[in-house]
């Protein structure tokens, strides 16, 4: 029989033949043999004929029915009987299993028999029994259409397995369930494998993460035998810590460090030889891109991977260049000083190394100098001196031997102040000596001297003492200053002018100068007459004789009093806010540095608190800025009552104010004062008119150490933190953590270039070849997006993805890729290129934001592709989330002819009860069940079965990832339809893609 011919069919052709044949064989009867006998057999044999063909029609179309449901029979067997997945069927009111699929039986341990006279709640482990049955009972009532979870059974030998069980029922015309059928799957070995791995990775994870060395582990990228980029494995916190570089698992040294290959070729080589050899090496290396010294052992665990133990010799290196810097520092000022300079033998006092400085000073060459000593270069008659000078010199009581005579070598005089100090080299005690050729100061002095009767007309204030400090002469400008008339200073010592706020040692130092050096200069605070402290500059020079003795004093005085209340005006405005003369953000600034460096010395904390008010420019708005102002000095009249001697409060502008906490023991000490600022804050401001204000503020703290070391990180930080409390609610404090800067700063800076980007036609979109594995045509392509940034050129998707869709740049994104990837595909059919299917990618939240059909339409309408050949992918998670809704727009898409597919199978929901419920035409295998064929036993069978489960629902099946001929092979012996991946070729730009389709 017909295999098209259905039951209804048969029977009309049956009662169409049976009624011509009547007919017929009436009329034909009639026609030949009227009246006759025969007749009546010949109707007699037509009835019984017509019997037996009844029977036989029957008995065909019984045979037939009988044949289709032994079919189905046997597929659901085939279905039952699954050999990876226990299946079972139990009643719903005893809860009795009426039907186990061999697979259960064996893990379970009973034969289908014993199973059939238990519960299976009987052999449920008693402490997941209760969620168990809580789920059941929610099914059963209709709450829930069914259920997964992982729960235990016990075994027949007392064992326990774990398990996930998903579970749905059957109900009749009433509601009412009939029977529960439940996929069993034995995950006991992946429960202890990852118990293993867990304990396994936690040991490792410990040692790895507490190395004090920074620890990478990589796996080398080598092209035709040359290494060529490397990707990062795994990194251990030293490593962050020691190079800065965070976020790096995953990607490879040339996304983290843009250019690193081409600046570090010889890393490429050392790592490269590494991982090809497996010999271990050391080696010290230089990263410009970091700006640092590293020290490498390197070693392999594995073929083409290696591990790089760095530690950071970064000061070890700066520490030998500050060494040679300082060496070649020394060099040059010692070459090129204006100032002569001897080294000589502090026991010998021989000359052992000259500049050129002091070889012209002299007249000898350095070879000459080398033959003398400190007797050769000065006159026989100061020797005496020259020498007790060169002694106290050596032992450290003097540095400096002013106004001494030197002998040149053509016998001439020069006058030199010398400095000097001790100096170890070797560990033997040498003298370098600084030599001033001071003969034209001499000469200039001298000539001053015969010129101090005009000292009256100076506007300083000059005084002129003798060898013990008596007033000889004094000028009309010093007795203004000090309000002494000249006949009550003549006779007296200066010191009638002490104020009292420099000390002895300040005075003795001071004469010790000039004594030694016949010159001091510097401020000194002295006393009027009228008992007014006032600063003056004070400049003091001895008088000496032509035979250089000492004969007098000369002071020169500059009254200072009005420059000092000008730079305090200055100061005082330079350093406070003018409205509530509080500390301004230069003088916070200076005085959290100092702060930050006495905690740090005492190893002790300290809290920064950032306080803003909350809703202040409403006030300003509202009710003037006289207002605003006036409450700001009420504020802080307010805030400055309650707080130590110590801390400061500065306000940085507008309505922002810092609060410095020095000595606290714990970041609660600057909760507790964020606390009661706020609680002062609550308090209602009353201002002179009566009127009544309520002001809050937000807080953000920062601690040091914890959270920065110099005052602009701590202040920073905490402003952070203020936002992060203005976010949460206001009126309330955060403290800061690395996150908070750290994430902001990154995601507004790719947010605003990401937007700049889809105006300025940044976006590219790249095609990867969809190949029948049947016979290795190209099919289709799945349409990629790619950013080429101008700075840090082409991004993959996975750095901004996810960016565009918090953002909802996500919508105008794939709204573009879907516009170009249609109107890419309507030029290559034009140009006479195969017709292929072109794969868009669509977000969760294209899909469900209501006008995705709309805009399909739409745009294939602009671009002229066929909706027929446009395929739009989507994830599991996208369809699952409104599954109703998902339905119907599935539906919509599909009644234009659009293909659709799963994409990522696997990873998500991979729910077979949702998934035929969906108007499919492709399930995508996700590349994480390929990378590991043929060498994981279980992501074979996973595919495997993926692709057995995609045919049975009717969908072609597309494997994702696929780069070896081995993985291919696989695929094709299991019957997959497509594939993609890296073994055909990787994602390319539209022209290069066009130039594999000609090609192929």
């Given at each position: 029989m017909s295999k098209h011919l259905t039951p209804a069919g048969i029977a009309l052709l049956y009662g169409i033949l049976a009624a011509l044949w009547i007919f017929?064989?009436?009329?034909?009867?009639?026609?030949?043999?009227?009246?006759?006998?025969?007749?009546?057999?010949?109707n007699l044999f037509t009835g019984l004929f017509f019997v037996a063909a009844t029977a036989l029609l029957?008995?065909?179309?019984?045979?037939?029915?009988?044949?289709?449901?032994?079919?189905?029979?046997?597929?659901?067997?085939?279905?039952?009987?699954?050999?990876?997945?226990?299946?079972?069927?139990?009643?719903?009111?005893?809860?009795?299993?009426?039907?186990?699929?061999?697979?259960?039986?064996?893990?379970?341990?009973?034969?289908?028999?014993?199973?059939?006279?238990?519960?299976?709640a009987d052999i449920t482990h008693p402490d997941d029994l209760d969620s168990n049955i809580a789920q059941f009972e929610r099914m059963k009532a209709g709450e829930l259409d069914g259920y997964t979870l992982e729960k235990r059974f016990i075994r027949k030998d007392g064992s326990t397995i774990?398990?996930?069980?998903?579970?749905?029922?059957?109900?009749?015309?009433?509601?009412?369930?009939n029977y529960i059928v439940a996929l069993v799957d034995d995950i006991t070995q992946r429960k202890r494998a990852e118990l293993a791995l867990r304990k396994s990775e936690a040991t490792y994870r410990s040692l790895f993460d507490n190395m004090l060395n920074g620890v990478a582990h990589y796996r080398m990228i080598f092209r035709d035998g040359i290494p060529v980029d490397y990707e990062f494995i795994a990194v251990n916190p030293a490593f962050a810590q020691t190079t800065g570089l965070r976020d790096v698992i995953g990607k490879k040294v040339s996304e983290v460090i843009p250019g690193y290959a081409a600046a570090n070729p010889d890393s490429l080589q050392v790592f490269g030889k590494v991982a090809q050899t497996g010999e271990p090496t050391r080696w010290e290396h230089y990263l410009a891109a970091l700006d640092k010294w590293f020290s490498f052992s390197i070693y392999s665990p594995a073929p083409g991977e290696f591990v790089v133990v760095s530690d950071d010799i970064s000061e070890h290196k700066r520490a030998e260049a500050a060494l040679r810097e300082s060496e070649e520092r020394f060099r040059n000022i010692f070459s090129n000083a204006v100032d002569g300079i001897l080294l000589a033998d502090a026991t010998t006092k021989k000359f052992v190394m000259?500049?050129?400085?002091?070889?012209?000073?002299?007249?000898?060459?350095?070879?000459?100098?080398?033959?003398?000593?400190?007797?050769?270069?000065?006159?026989?008659?100061?020797?005496?001196?020259?020498?007790?000078?060169?002694?106290?010199?050596?032992?450290?009581?003097?540095?400096?031997?002013?106004?001494?005579?030197?002998?040149?070598?053509?016998?001439?005089?020069?006058?030199?102040?010398?400095?000097?100090?001790?100096?170890?080299?070797?560990?033997?005690?040498?003298?370098?000596?600084?030599?001033?050729?001071?003969?034209?100061?001499?000469?200039?002095?001298?000539?001053?001297?015969?010129?101090?009767?005009?000292?009256?007309?100076?506007h300083n204030g000059i005084i002129i003492t003798d060898l013990d400090g008596n007033i000889l002469a004094a000028n009309q400008s010093f007795l203004k200053h000090t309000g002494y008339s000249e006949a009550e200073l003549l006779g007296k010592n200066p010191r009638i002018l002490h104020s009292g706020r420099q000390g002895r040692d300040f005075y003795l130092k001071m004469w010790g100068n000039i004594r030694e050096a016949g010159f001091w200069q510097g401020e000194v605070w002295n006393r009027r007459k009228d008992g007014q402290i006032y600063?003056?500059?004070?400049?003091?020079?001895?008088?000496?004789?032509?035979?250089?003795?000492?004969?007098?004093?000369?002071?020169?005085?500059?009254?200072?009093?009005?420059?000092?209340?000008?730079?305090?005006?200055?100061?005082?405005?330079?350093?406070?806010?003018?409205?509530?003369?509080?500390?301004?953000?230069?003088?916070?600034?200076?005085?959290?540095?100092?702060?930050?460096?006495?905690?740090?010395?005492?190893?002790?904390?300290?809290?920064?608190?950032?306080?803003?008010?909350?809703?202040?420019?409403?006030?300003?708005?509202?009710?003037?800025?006289?207002?605003?102002?006036?409450?700001?000095?009420?504020?802080?009249?307010?805030?400055?009552?309650?707080?130590?001697?110590?801390?400061?409060?500065?306000?940085?502008?507008?309505?922002?104010?810092?609060?410095?906490?020095?000595?606290?023991?714990?970041?609660?000490?600057?909760?507790?004062?964020?606390?009661?600022?706020?609680?002062?804050?609550?308090?209602?401001?009353?201002?002179?008119?009566?009127?009544?204000?309520?002001?809050?503020?937000?807080?953000?703290?920062?601690?040091?150490?914890?959270?920065?070391d110099n005052a602009e990180q701590m202040i920073?930080?905490?402003?952070?933190?203020?936002?992060?409390?203005?976010?949460?609610?206001?009126?309330?404090?955060?403290?800061?953590?690395?996150?908070?800067?750290?994430?902001?700063?990154?995601?507004?800076?790719?947010?605003?270039?990401?937007?700049?980007?889809?105006?300025?036609?940044?976006?590219?979109v790249y095609y990867q070849p969809q190949v029948d594995i049947a016979n290795g045509h190209i099919v289709g392509a799945e349409a990629l997006v790619r950013w080429q940034d101008p700075e840090r050129g082409l991004i993959q998707p996975v750095n901004f993805i996810q960016l565009a869709e918090e953002t909802g740049l996500i919508g105008a994104i794939g709204e573009w890729v879907l516009r170009e990837t249609c109107r890419q595909g309507a030029q290559w059919i034009a140009a006479g290129l195969p017709f292929l299917t072109l794969a868009v990618n669509l977000s969760p939240h294209q899909f469900m934001r209501g006008n995705i059909v709309e805009l399909v339409s739409k745009v294939l309408t602009e671009t002229g592709f066929p909706a027929d050949r446009l395929e739009l992918e989507l994830t599991e998670s996208a369809l699952m989330a409104q599954e109703e809704d998902a339905v119907k727009m599935l539906h919509l898409l599909r009644a234009q002819d659009i293909r659709l597919a799963i994409d990522d199978f696997g990873t998500g929901y991979s729910s077979l009860a949702y998934l035929k419920r969906f108007p499919l035409d492709i399930l995508k295998i996700d590349k994480s069940f390929v990378d590991d064929i043929p060498f994981h036993q279980d992501d074979m069978e996973i595919a495997a079965t993926i692709i057995a489960m995609g045919h049975t629902l009717g969908f072609k099946v597309l494997a994702e990832g696929v780069e070896t001929a081995e993985q291919l092979g696989f695929l094709q012996a299991k019957g997959c339809d497509l594939y993609q991946g890296y073994l055909t070729s990787p994602p390319l730009p539209a022209a290069e893609f066009e130039k594999l389709l000609r090609k192929k």
């Open positions: 017929l064989s009436d009329k034909l009867l009639a026609l030949f043999l009227p009246e006759h006998a025969l007749a009546l057999w010949i029957l008995f065909l179309l019984m045979r037939k029915l009988l044949r289709q449901a032994t079919d189905k029979d046997k597929q659901l067997k085939l279905f039952y009987d699954l050999p990876f997945i226990g299946m079972a069927i139990s009643s719903a009111d005893s809860k009795a299993w009426l039907y186990a699929n061999d697979r259960l039986c064996d893990m379970l341990g009973y034969t289908r028999a014993e199973l059939q006279q238990t519960t299976w774990a398990a996930n069980i998903n579970v749905k029922c059957t109900r009749g015309a009433d509601g009412k369930a000259s500049n050129p400085a002091i070889q012209r000073m002299l007249g000898y060459s350095a070879e000459e100098l080398l033959q003398l000593g400190v007797d050769d270069i000065h006159p026989e008659r100061d020797l005496p001196e020259v020498l007790t000078r060169f002694d106290q010199q050596v032992n450290g009581k003097i540095t400096l031997a002013p106004n001494l005579p030197v002998t040149r070598k053509d016998g001439s005089i020069l006058y030199a102040d010398i400095n000097a100090a001790p100096v170890m080299i070797g560990g033997k005690s040498y003298l370098m000596g600084f030599f001033r050729d001071i003969t034209d100061r001499k000469q200039t002095e001298d000539a001053l001297h015969q010129a101090a009767t005009v000292f009256e007309h100076s600063p003056t500059w004070l400049a003091i020079s001895a008088v000496l004789d032509n035979q250089g003795k000492t004969t007098h004093y000369v002071g020169i005085s500059s009254d200072l009093s009005q420059l000092k209340q000008s730079e305090a005006e200055r100061e005082h405005l330079a350093h406070f806010d003018p409205l509530t003369d509080l500390p301004n953000r230069l003088l916070l600034q200076s005085h959290l540095t100092h702060a930050l460096a006495h905690a740090q010395r005492h190893r002790t904390q300290l809290g920064v608190l950032y306080l803003d008010l909350d809703r202040f420019k409403n006030i300003n708005d509202s009710m003037g800025y006289l207002i605003g102002d006036e409450l700001l000095v009420k504020l802080t009249e307010r805030l400055t009552m309650h707080m130590r001697s110590e801390d400061m409060l500065a306000r940085l502008g507008g309505d922002e104010f810092l609060l410095v906490l020095e000595h606290i023991n714990s970041p609660e000490d600057a909760a507790i004062v964020a606390r009661m600022l706020l609680e002062q804050l609550s308090q209602p401001f009353v201002l002179p008119s009566g009127q009544e204000i309520f002001i809050g503020a937000s807080i953000g703290i920062s601690i040091f150490p914890n959270d920065g920073q930080h905490a402003d952070a933190a203020m936002h992060q409390a203005k976010k949460q609610g206001r009126s309330t404090y955060r403290f800061y953590t690395d996150a908070l800067t750290r994430a902001a700063g990154e995601h507004l800076e790719l947010e605003i270039r990401l937007r700049h980007a889809i105006g300025a036609n940044q976006l590219r």
